[in-house]
């Protein structure tokens, strides 16, 4: 059974960078895709983007100038940056698994498997 | 980007009564080589993760109720539950995993008790 484990600063400043970690248990990066979502308090699910464990990533467009995310296969796990963070950024992130990709094709999945959550605060 | 408009908003509806949630894209979902719409219905209750109850648009996920089900082809979907219980009450999310990035969500049903 996957499992998802994620960890990462709680508390950051205006202008700092959010970093984020999820370790998987139960089965290895392998062929899937690994996301990052989060969830502002009180609102919606936001989907930040995606890598696989060779590195391939899909972000979404609108915070794509300030994600960066990767991958240590060694360790089975993936990590989020996000820079210059403002209060905006202040949601619930959470890991989870997406689709899985070969040499020649994306096949997409919904997002069986998620970890169970991270509330990062953004408060001068 | 294909956006996912839920309704309503949230609804309330008596114990052991029908539950019914609409999920509309702005695009097809619907891809032809495989007969497939990439939509998949989600629960979610305070303080945890979203959890996958439906995908291809009206799979149930294991362990799931069968009082929930999922129906819809192209950009009209809906999630229905047949006999309401307690601990349905939660917010539900459709989402879309035809065409990224990005993947999106519909903003959430809330569905309380009555």
């Known amino acids: 059974q996957v499992q998802l484990q994620q960890w990462g600063a709680g508390l950051l400043k205006p202008s700092e960078t959010l970093s984020l970690t999820c370790a998987v248990f139960?089965?290895?990066?392998?062929?899937?895709?690994w996301s990052w979502i989060r969830q502002p308090p009180g609102k919606g699910l936001e989907w930040i983007g995606e890598?696989?464990?060779?590195?391939?990533?899909s972000y979404s467009p609108s915070l794509k100038s300030r994600v960066t995310m990767s991958v240590d296969t060694s360790k089975n796990q993936f990590s989020l940056k996000l820079t210059s963070v403002t209060a905006a950024d202040t949601a619930v992130y959470f890991c989870?698994?997406?689709?899985?990709?070969?040499?020649?094709?994306?096949?997409?999945?919904?997002?069986?498997?998620w970890g169970q959550g991270t509330l990062v605060t953004v408060s001068s | 980007d294909i956006v996912m408009t839920q309704s309503p908003d949230s609804l309330a509806v008596s114990l052991g009564e029908r539950a019914t949630i609409n999920c509309k894209s702005s695009?097809?979902?619907?891809?032809?080589?495989?007969?497939?719409?990439?939509l998949a219905w989600y629960q979610q209750k305070p303080g945890q993760p979203p959890k996958l109850l439906i995908y291809?648009?009206?799979i149930r996920e294991s362990g799931v109720p069968d009082r929930f089900s999922g129906s819809g082809s192209g950009t009209d979907f809906t999630l229905t539950i047949s006999s309401l219980q307690a601990e349905d009450v939660a917010v539900y999310y459709c989402?879309?995993?035809?065409?990224?990035?990005?993947?999106?969500f519909g903003q959430g049903t809330e569905v309380e008790i009555k």
């Open positions: 989870a698994r997406g689709g899985t990709s070969d040499s020649s094709n994306f096949y997409p999945e919904y997002f069986r498997h």
């Open positions: 890598i696989n464990h060779s590195g391939s990533t």
């Open positions: 695009q097809s979902l619907f891809y032809n080589s495989n007969n497939k719409n990439y």
């Open positions: 291809w648009a009206s």
């Open positions: 989402q879309q995993y035809y065409s990224r990035p990005p993947w999106t």
């Open positions: 139960g089965g290895s990066l392998g062929d899937h895709y």
